[in-house]
Every structure is written in structure tokens, then in C-alpha cells.
């Protein structure tokens, strides 16, 4: 199986701060990357598949850019609503799999 | 809007068989060729896919439990399920429906369902 890891595990950021995870692939992936965002006692919502490509609805200050075994998604200024735990996910072999996510919490 | 929304026992015995359904609404599960999966979450494990059916019933499983997991479509009904046999503690989790989507052979999984815990215990 493809090991997912993600860094930090988690960050304390204040509003209207850059914030930047990081996941990485055991082996290459292309860009067969996804991020997702989940809040508390909600299902995950995609932001970004491909890598970089951003989710209809999803807002511009998210980001996401990589290829092969390194990803970033950057939130460019951080909002309130941003404070939750973001997952990667690969699809470029079965089975597929997640990283252990990483929580933004409010400083 | 599409929208899913599972549905199941929440509490199952070891041993036995574990049965949610996933009802599809807001559009057809056969529109677009589409894809539909499983994935469930718990503390020790973190998020897991367990396997995606395409609406013609053809099936793709994670591997580690491919022994025990059976996905189906019910196009009449506008639902897709799943079955875990041999249910043991370790299978307690927050299951989530979901449809996959793709761009060529890139895909992801939008939107989810609310999830529905599903705990194993006698």
C-alpha cells in the first residue's frame, strides 16, 4: 500500500494567516492527490483533486500544488471557517488511501 | 443538488454481518456512468476506503477487506449498500457514502454522506 504522511499533524494559526501542509507519498503518485476538509461531526468535503485543480464552490484562497511524492495545499489567508482538520487522499493505486490529516486549530 | 444519505443498525454483534444502504437523491445513480464508494473512519485508523461499484454493479475492493465486503446497486431504488461479514471491534467506525468523480483516470470522492456510526459490540 501507498503510505500517506502529512506535516504538520497540527498548527496553531490566527486569522488572516498563510498556512501551508505538507503530504507526502511513499512512492510517486503523478498528480493522483486529493484534499479534503472535514469539521467536526461533519463528513470530509473535497477542495482540491489532481493536485491543483479546485473543487467547484471551493474559494480561491485555497490552493494546492505538487506532483510525484510531495504536495502542498496552502490557505492563503486564513478565515474563521478554516479552522478543521485537512485530509490528503491518493488514487493512484489501489488500495486508496489517506494520510492521517492535520489539524489547523485557532491560536 | 445531489445528496446521500446512509442508513443501517447502529449497533451489530462480533460475528455478525454489517448492512448500510445508501440512498441517492437529487439525481439518478446511473447518470454520467457514474461511481459510488464506501469509506469509513475511526480513531485507530483514520480514514479508509473500503470499495466503489459502478452503477452496472462492477465492484473494486481495498484489499484488506476484500474477503468480507460486498457493495451493490439498486438502480430501482436509487441506492447502493454495503455488507461487512465477520464484524469484530475493529470494524467500529463512522461509515460515509460517497460518489466518486473522475477526469480521465483521476478521481476523487464528491459529495459525502452525513455518515453513520456503526459500533460492534455484544
Known amino acids: 500500500d501507498i503510505q500517506m504522511t502529512q506535516s504538520p499533524s497540527s498548527l496553531s494559526a490566527s486569522i488572516g494567516d498563510r498556512v501551508t501542509i505538507t503530504c507526502r507519498a511513499s512512492?510517486?503518485?503523478?498528480?493522483?492527490l486529493n484534499w479534503y476538509q472535514q469539521k467536526p461531526g461533519k463528513a470530509p468535503k473535497l477542495l482540491i483533486y489532481?493536485?491543483?485543480i479546485l473543487q467547484t464552490g471551493v474559494p480561491s484562497r485555497f490552493s494546492g500544488s505538487g506532483s510525484g511524492t510531495d504536495f502542498t495545499l496552502s490557505i492563503s489567508s486564513l478565515q474563521p471557517e478554516d479552522f478543521a482538520i485537512y485530509y490528503c487522499?491518493?488514487?493512484?493505486?489501489?488500495?486508496?488511501?489517506f494520510g492521517p490529516g492535520t489539524k489547523v486549530d485557532f491560536k | 443538488q445531489l445528496q446521500l444519505q446512509e442508513s443501517g443498525p447502529g449497533l451489530v454483534k462480533p460475528s455478525e454481518t454489517l448492512s448500510l444502504t445508501c440512498t441517492v437523491s437529487?439525481?439518478?445513480?446511473?447518470?454520467?456512468?457514474?461511481?459510488w464508494g464506501w469509506i469509513r473512519q475511526s480513531p485507530g485508523k483514520g480514514l479508509e476506503w473500503i470499495g466503489t461499484?459502478?452503477?452496472?454493479?462492477?465492484?473494486y475492493y481495498n484489499p484488506s477487506l476484500e474477503s468480507r465486503v460486498t457493495i451493490s446497486v439498486d438502480t430501482f431504488k436509487n441506492q447502493f449498500s454495503l455488507k461487512l461479514t465477520s464484524v469484530t471491534a475493529a470494524d467500529t467506525a463512522v461509515y460515509y457514502c460517497?460518489?466518486?468523480?473522475?477526469?480521465?483516470?483521476?478521481?476523487?470522492?464528491?459529495?459525502w454522506g452525513q455518515g453513520t456510526l456503526v459500533t460492534v459490540s455484544s
Open positions: 460517497a460518489r466518486r468523480g473522475q477526469m480521465a483516470t483521476i478521481d476523487w470522492f464528491d459529495p
Open positions: 437529487g439525481g439518478s445513480i446511473s447518470d454520467n456512468n457514474n461511481y
Open positions: 461499484v459502478y452503477y452496472s454493479g462492477s465492484t
Open positions: 512512492q510517486t503518485i503523478s498528480s493522483f
Open positions: 489532481a493536485a491543483s
Open positions: 487522499q491518493q488514487t493512484y493505486i489501489i488500495p486508496h488511501t
